[in-house]
Structures are given as structure tokens and as C-alpha cells.
């Protein structure tokens, strides 16, 4: 298993750009896929964007395609997601997320077994 703690969350202005973190704590991060979700006040949690184990496959909802960017280090056992030309719809909790080790990160969050608790973006016009 793995545990999964966010940062990097904040109040940027619209039109610019946050990197989120997403650190994992267990000794087989590296077998896990990882997700980018979010979930807004009022809102279902939505998919954002998954990366394979080895970081060579990502993609990504077409709400963000262009704009975000999935990454993962496995000798920092971080994975971040970096925001550009964010838009007041972006607003929300962020959330990383781990399916069972050797899973597909997919877009369903019924695949995930693992979730952090979420980092705060606020976005102002």
C-alpha cells in the first residue's frame, strides 16, 4: 500500500500556474500508476490526469488537455501536477490518487484504492 499527502495548493490569479505535489510514503511507489483528481463545492470528484508507473504514459481529461501536466519522480516518491493558464473553473480540491499496484490509472475513481487529502486551489478573476 501506499500513503499519499498533497501540497502546493494556493491562491493564484487567472491566467497563471501552480505545481501541485503529491508525496508517497511505501517502498513500492514505483509499481503504482497515479491519478490527478479534483472536486469542487457542490461538484462530483472529476478526473484530471493519470501517468503510468514509469512516468512513460500519461493522459489527461479534456477539460485540462494543454494545460496541465502530469510528472512523476520514483526516486523522490513524488508525483506533481503542474497548472498553467488556470481559469476560474479551476478552483477546487486537489486530489492524488494510486490504484492497486500494477493497475492502469484510469479516468473512473472507482479504480483507485488510494487517495490523499486534497490540497486547496483558488483561483481570482
Known amino acids: 500500500q501506499v500513503q499519499l499527502v498533497e501540497s502546493g495548493g494556493g491562491l493564484v490569479q487567472a491566467g497563471g500556474s501552480l505545481r501541485l505535489s503529491c508525496a508517497a510514503s511505501?517502498?513500492?511507489?514505483?509499481?503504482?500508476?497515479m491519478g490527478w483528481f479534483r472536486q469542487a463545492p457542490g461538484k462530483e470528484r472529476a478526473f484530471l490526469a493519470a501517468?503510468?508507473?514509469?512516468?512513460?504514459?500519461?493522459y489527461y481529461a479534456d477539460s485540462v488537455k494543454g494545460r496541465f501536466t502530469i510528472s512523476r519522480d520514483n526516486a523522490k516518491n513524488r508525483v506533481y501536477l503542474q497548472m498553467n493558464s488556470l481559469k476560474p473553473e479551476d478552483p477546487a480540491v486537489y486530489y492524488c490518487?494510486?490504484?492497486?499496484?500494477?493497475?492502469?490509472?484510469?479516468?473512473?475513481?472507482?479504480?483507485?484504492?488510494?487517495w490523499g487529502q486534497g490540497t486547496q486551489v483558488t483561483v481570482s478573476s
Open positions: 490518487a494510486a490504484p492497486a499496484s500494477g493497475a492502469v490509472a484510469g479516468r473512473l475513481i472507482s479504480e483507485y484504492d488510494y
Open positions: 511505501g517502498r513500492s511507489f514505483s509499481s503504482y500508476a
Open positions: 501517468v503510468s508507473w514509469s512516468g512513460g504514459s500519461t
